[in-house]
Structure formats: structure tokens, C-alpha cells
């Protein structure tokens, strides 16, 4: 079943039906598990944020029971920030979370028991965005009001952006503000861009504005940092090894699902979560998310799939960029694993 443990939201407030979610409930129950006797294997997804256009292949595989075939009750609940879908992983009130890797590497180093278990997002979504006109380019950016909230997975490699492209970081104002009024200083013009994602702000603002907008992206100057991946208990992955492999089979699945058909999976994911709105934002979202599944444009890679070396360099920017502390940073190979993939 899904199951929201979040209730409000200032853009596209939602909420499941009972009537819906007991329905939806009904429709993933598992009768492969049940005809084989086997009592399936309850487990947990949480995402890192509320449910958009970014997270329809989680969706759809449960709609159409690709978790049950693999004897699995799935539970997909909302998050609220990476850093908090990491702690209830770490807790084991989670099985799984969907969460910026940056983030989980830098938890690990402070003892958190978690570790990756495939790496879908494999570059940075993080961008300027800004309506058309008011930045139309890297050159653009000194002098302009910039917003940024403190804390969030791509505002610490701003620095690092800035020095991609020969800009000072004094050259730029940048304004501290909460996620909300980050996108409304933008909305009302009090602000000429801000440091966000292109699979949410830069997916929402045109519709939200009914306007194009203009997003620097940092895989353009250069930023190569994996992105959002499927972290669990260290526990989970020595105790329940069969379970995680199916679960990463039936996530796979969906992921690839959804690559073939976007459309298709937007429509799922508005069935189940109607009121999050804006369908055409939500399919940008899916379709700009589906663009950094993999380090290069190679498609022949399955989903998941990451290159060691990749980690590496998310690493090194971090220890230099984003707050991971050089003595307490461990090899690539201790914050992730790819033998739970299909």
C-alpha cells in the first residue's frame, strides 16, 4: 500500500482517498506470493521528498505489482530532505530510502549504518534556474540576486560551480531562504534565479509562472557528483540478502518501465497522487530525471549501474566542496555496493 506520513505541502497540497489508497491497497496485494504459500516480506521505501513527477517509476512498479511478483508488500512513504530519509534507513524504521548520495556520504562518515545499493540519478540535477530573460547564461550571473537554501544536497558546490566558470563567488548576491520562499522570491520577481534541482524547480517554474525558463546546469561547467540513489541498513543487506535483490529486480524493472514510456508512468502517478497537479510539470520532471540515470549517454547500461570512478570523484568534491571531513572519508567501495543488482 502507499501510505503518506506527510499532510501538507504550500505547492500542490495532496492527499490520497481512503477510498483510493484502499483501492491502490488492493491492487498490489500479492497473489504470487499468496498462490506460492509464502508470506510476502513487508518492506519500506521512503522517498527523499513529496511524491512528483521524479518518482513515477516507484509508482508504477507498485501499480502494476512488479514488487508483488517479487513477494514483496511495499510500503512507499514521502520524505522530507534526504538527511531524514537517511535517518529513518539508519534507524530501521525505513528498509529503503531514495536519497541524495552526497548527503549519505557524509552521514556515513559521521556512523551512520547505511550504503548504497545502486545509484540512479549519476550527475547532479543541480542548476540556476531563472525565467527567461533574467539570466540567459553563465556570463549573466554577476551582479544578480541568487536563492539558496542552506543545507540542501547542491547549494555546498556552488563554490565549485563558480570556479568552473572564472566568476567570483562575491560577484554573485546570494539570498538564504527556506525551499518555499526560495521558488517565491522567484515567482514574484524579487529575486533573479535560484540554486535548485532541474527535476523540480526547473520542471515546476514554467507552469507555476506560465513562462520559460532559463537553467545553468552544473554537469555543463564541468561538476560531475552522483545524485539520488537506493541507500539501506548495513543490517538489511547482510540479514535479508534475497529480499534486496528482489526488491532492486522489481525496482529495475520499473525504472526501465518508465524510460520506455514516460507518458505512461506520468499517468499512473497522477491516478495515484491526483492532486499534486500540473501533469506536463510532472512529466518534465520524469524526462529531465530520466536524462542523468547514466555518467554519459551510453543507454546500453541498465539503470542502477555506477562506475567506481565516478564515486571517487563525488568524493574528492566533497572533501574539497561540500563538508566531508578528509579523516573521517573511507574508500569508494565502503559507501556502495552493486551486488544487489539484476
Known amino acids: ?28 496485494t500479492l497473489p504470487a506470493a499468496a498462490q506460492a504459500g509464502k508470506t510476502p516480506d513487508k518492506a519500506v ?21 512488479y514488487y508483488a511478483e517479487e513477494g514483496i508488500d511495499l510500503d512507499i512513504q514521502e520524505g522530507r530532505g534526504s538527511a531524514v530519509t537517511i535517518q ?6 525505513a528498509t529503503f530510502g531514495l536519497a541524495d548520495i552526497g548527503v549519505m556520504i557524509k552521514a556515513v562518515a559521521k556512523g551512520a549504518p ?11 540535477p543541480g542548476a540556476v534556474v531563472a525565467p527567461e530573460g533574467k539570466i540567459n547564461g553563465p556570463k549573466d550571473l554577476p551582479g544578480k540576486t541568487i536563492m539558496f537554501t542552506p543545507g540542501d544536497a547542491v547549494t555546498p558546490i556552488w563554490p565549485l560551480y563558480l570556479k568552473k566558470l572564472g566568476i567570483p563567488e562575491g560577484a554573485v548576491k546570494m539570498v538564504a531562504a527556506d525551499a518555499q520562499a526560495k521558488l517565491n522570491a522567484v515567482v514574484n520577481n524579487q529575486a533573479d534565479g535560484l540554486i535548485g534541482f532541474t527535476t523540480e524547480q526547473g520542471a515546476r517554474l514554467p507552469d507555476i509562472m506560465n513562462k520559460p525558463v532559463t537553467m545553468l546546469r552544473y554537469t555543463d561547467a564541468g561538476v560531475n557528483l552522483v545524485s539520488l540513489g537506493i541507500v539501506a541498513n548495513t543490517d538489511t543487506l547482510t540479514k535479508r540478502v534475497d529480499m534486496v535483490k528482489r526488491f532492486m529486480r522489481a525496482t529495475t524493472r520499473a525504472v526501465e518501465e518508465a524510460e520506455k514510456n514516460p507518458k505512461a508512468a506520468i499517468d499512473i502517478l497522477m491516478e495515484a497522487y491526483p492532486k499534486i497537479g500540473l ?21 546500453s547500461t541498465r539503470p542502477f549501474r555506477m562506475n567506481p570512478a565516478l564515486m571517487d570523484e563525488s568524493l574528492e568534491i566533497l572533501t574539497q566542496y561540500g563538508g566531508l571531513d578528509p579523516s573521517a572519508r573511507s574508500k569508494a567501495q565502503d559507501y556502495f555496493t552493486l551486488e544487489f543488482l539484476p
Open 114 to 124: 547505511v550504503k548504497t545499493i545502486g545509484v540512479l540519478l549519476q550527475r547532479t
Open 45 to 65: 521505501l521512503m522517498l527523499n521528498w513529496y511524491v512528483y513527477g521524479e518518482h513515477a517509476p516507484f509508482i508504477l512498479g507498485l501499480k502494476k505489482g
Open 279 to 299: 501533469p506536463d510539470a510532472q512529466l518534465r520532471s520524469l524526462q529531465y530525471s530520466q536524462a542523468l540515470y547514466r555518467a554519459s549517454d551510453d543507454k
Open 88 to 93: 529513518a534507513v539508519g534507524a530501521g524504521t
Open 1 to 28: 500500500m502507499i501510505s503518506r506520513k506527510i499532510s501538507r505541502r504550500t505547492f500542490a497540497t495532496h492527499l490520497l482517498s481512503g477510498a483510493f489508497a484502499l483501492g491502490l491497497a488492493t491492487a498490489s
